[in-house]
DNA sequence: GCCAACGTTGGC
DNA sequence: GCCAACGTTGGC
């Protein structure tokens, strides 16, 4: 039963998706969101159309790799899910907020954001290096050359791969 | 701090 | 529509 007018949008019994995002530990690290309210906040500040088009396809209950760029060391730091599909990105109509754009205004918003949930810090971050000497995820976007997509989709055998690694002891 | 790769902007 | 200039990303 649904209330409140929402529209039930929730991927019923079709398969999880799984997804990177990317922030920068100085900016917001998973040790934040461990810290935020509900463990849960709100992904501002996307500005790019492809990154943007990959929030708005994601579902509640998609599973998210957390990943710390411009890091020491660039690593997958944990596990995050969505709990709030796309919407409005108020912070670009903030002409005081870095992230302000005013191609976007409230009646014809240009950028979404999506709300996420900490799942787990992992013990052992995986690191950019280690994912880098696994063929197992060699396919992945994040280590295309030049790839700067800070969302982006994560296939399910390469999901289930690095939390294999996750569960090993660093080596 | 450096710089390669990328996306966007704007002049023409 | 082309493309140079610019700003940003992010590894190193």
Redesign the pocket.
């Known amino acids: 039963m649904d209330h409140g007018g929402h529209k039930r949008t929730q991927r019923g019994t079709t398969k999880a998706r799984y997804w990177l995002m990317?922030s920068?530990p100085r900016a917001f690290s998973i040790q934040d969101l461990q810290k935020a309210p509900r463990q849960t906040t709100c992904w501002d500040g996307v500005?790019?159309?492809?990154a943007r088009n990959f929030m708005r396809a994601m579902a509640i209950g998609d599973q998210i790799f957390f990943y710390h760029?411009?890091?020491e060391p660039?690593a997958i730091v944990g596990i995050a899910e969505v709990v709030r599909e796309a919407y409005p990105d108020h912070t670009a109509f903030d002409p005081r907020d870095t992230h302000y754009d005013s191609?976007s205004t409230p009646e014809k918003p240009l950028w979404d954001m999506v709300d996420i949930r900490l799942i787990r810090v992992f013990d052992t971050p995986i690191t950019?290096?280690r994912l880098?000497e696994d063929f197992h995820v060699k396919h992945m976007e994040l280590l295309?050359?030049?790839?700067?997509?800070?969302v982006q989709p994560v296939r399910a055998e390469e999901w289930r791969h690095i939390l294999t690694l996750a569960a090993k002891k660093p080596y």
């Open positions: 990317k920068e500005r790019n159309y492809q760029s411009n890091a660039p191609k950019l290096t880098r295309r050359k030049g790839s700067r997509l800070s």
